[in-house]
């Protein structure tokens, strides 16, 4: 009889584990893998890699060359420099913010097209345009 009370006991606690419901993982970050397009016009290959990493195939720059655009998974984040986006850390400047501290917002897609300045150590860097 001594014995019931710690063996239920134990079996009680055990009966708690199997009740209990699993810890949820933990949210991660989708992987960004670049597809690049060798040509002018993507091949049949190219088309379904972009495809497979969820991305779609549209025209950009001067050349009008065809692109697998992606969105970046950290896409709007608030950023201080490159180093904490995928892509480039961007800001909406006008010439007055050129070298002043700033934060910016991490590239949405990786097309590099547009004209932007963009956000390094805190510092707003002067304008660019890429075509």
Not at 20 to 40: C, F, K, S
Not at 44 to 52: F, K, Y
Not at 81 to 92: A, I, K, N, Y
């Amino acid at each position: 009889m001594k014995y019931l009370l710690p063996v239920a006991c134990a079996l009680a606690l055990s009966a708690c584990a199997f009740l209990a419901p699993p810890e949820a993982p933990a949210p991660q970050t989708p992987a960004y893998q670049r597809v690049d397009i060798a040509g002018e016009t993507a091949t049949a290959a190219e088309r379904a890699a972009c495809d497979g990493v969820g991305g779609s195939i549209s025209r950009a720059g001067l050349l009008g060359r065809e692109h697998c655009l992606q969105t970046y998974p950290d896409a709007g984040n608030t950023c201080s420099g490159e180093s904490d986006c995928l892509g480039t850390c961007r800001h909406e400047a006008d010439a007055s913010a050129m070298g002043k501290a700033a934060t910016g917002t991490c590239q949405v897609t990786d097309v590099p097209f547009g004209c932007y300045a963009m956000v390094e150590g805190g510092i707003v860097s002067p304008v660019v345009c890429v075509d």
